[in-house]
């Protein structure tokens, strides 16, 4: 094909090569091997150890965003996970002069977002803290103790 001006590659599918190579040689079973697209779920998330496909609260509009950073219903700040777990993340928001971490556990409250992203958190009610329902290490039982402490002498 070089010679007379044509490509020298030609692009084409895993499928397509997968196809192309079985041709070659029919004792090769690759077929098998490559995804089939129909086997995807709709949703775009692979699923879970549940059996269920995850599924995600739609994203909030950029325009209520904003105007929920500047009220403080929301809190912006870059997203980081956890060491060696994907179900747990944290959040270091500004808080006036301070900056406090926020801890965000599960798939439903990341809800699609990735280590370095940037997000707005809404805070959950203190019964879902996680010193409030008894899981996560002493220190963060005592970080959420102080910031319900904070938020019951606001009130």
Known sequence: DEEDGGPLYAAKSVREHVKDLEAEDPSLCLSDLVAQSSSAPASGFGSGSGGGNAEFLPHVPQAELSLGIKSGKYYQGHIRAERGRCDRAYVTVRRGDERVAVTVVGAEDMNRAVDGDVVAVKLND?????????????????????????????A
């Open 126 to 154: 203190v019964s879902r803290w996680i010193g409030a329902g008894g899981g996560g290490s002493s220190e963060e039982k005592e970080e959420s103790k102080a910031k319900e402490k904070k938020e019951e002498s606001k």
